[in-house]
């Protein structure tokens, strides 16, 4: 009698390898619903990804955890989960920051000019735990500083609902926050009042300025009620087929103001699609 998928009740069970017909299962579901590819040699990354959360609800096989995440209730209570299981985020503040600078130096003064009605509105796509976000919070901030004060208000938005509680929260380790530059730090963000936690706060009114959002790029529409004077979709699309690049981008733009300002990661192109964009700089565009 095989016995290898009986629970003896003896703590969690690890589960049985996950077999390449289920990671296929896996993986071309991930691609028709979320866009990303899971190449083979993702299989080992997944199968330790999941493992806990197998355990967790005292699953022994991925087998039995698959055919729970795709039965209509899963699709309610356990996909999300999953998917935040699997998805990678992985991001810095200031991250590339040539497209800080030229937001500081170039946007911002043209947006000034123009006085736009209810202020400037920037949508950070595939935001993560919020880095990228805040990075343009402290970068309006210190603009406003120098010269007239810009309204504004940052949008957030990302698949994994755990990532988007994290940014919400905007704790961070003080390693995290390592190379921003001391006077910034000492500005927006908050020490700890426990000295044992090395962890920092973004301030209180940063945090008011920025809202995040659940979004999945593969839905047909973005339910965003919106106009964006600047959108940042970067080093997100790489995860994804060039055709679904294509579309994504199509979809952010429709959010876009004519005139207004894209901003690509330096490893991504829009080179041979068609696209209502027009280059400007590497990786920074302009919404004809």
Not at 214 to 238: A, T
Request: aromatic share 10%; net charge positive.
């Amino acid at each position: 009698m095989d016995t290898s998928n009986v629970n003896t009740g003896v703590g969690p069970k690890i589960p049985q390898e996950l077999t390449d017909k289920e990671f296929r299962t896996l993986s071309d579901y991930i691609n028709r619903n979320i866009g990303i590819k899971l190449p083979d040699h993702k299989k080992v990354m997944v199968q330790s990804r999941l493992m806990k959360r197998v355990r967790e609800l005292g699953l022994d096989s991925y087998a039995s955890y698959f055919e729970m995440v795709f039965s209509a209730r899963g699709q309610t209570d356990e996909l999300i989960h999953m998917l935040d299981v699997i998805t990678t985020n992985k991001t810095d503040f200031f991250r590339e920051s040539v497209h800080f600078d030229f937001l500081r130096d170039q946007v911002l003064p043209e947006f000034q000019q123009l006085n736009i009605p209810g202020g400037v509105k920037i949508w950070s796509a595939g935001c993560s735990s919020g880095e990228e976000p805040y990075t343009i919070g402290i970068t309006m901030e210190e603009y406003n500083a120098a010269n007239r004060p810009l309204n504004y208000r940052i949008i957030g938005t990302d698949l994994s609902t755990r990532i988007l509680k994290m940014a919400k929260n905007a704790v961070y380790t003080e390693q995290r926050v390592a190379d921003i530059p001391l006077a910034l730090k000492k500005k927006y963000f908050l020490k700890s009042k426990d000295p044992s936690r090395q962890v920092v706060r973004v301030i209180p009114a940063l945090r008011a300025k920025t809202d995040f959002r659940r979004l999945n790029f593969m839905d047909d529409h973005y339910h965003m009620q919106e106009s964006f004077d600047v959108v940042f979709c970067r080093n997100v699309l790489i995860y994804f087929e060039r055709h679904i690049q294509e579309a994504v981008i199509n979809k952010l733009c429709r959010h876009l103001k004519p005139g207004g300002f894209f901003f690509l990661g330096h490893s991504e192109s829009i080179m041979r699609m068609t696209v209502p964009l027009e280059q400007i700089k590497p990786t920074i565009f302009r919404r004809t």
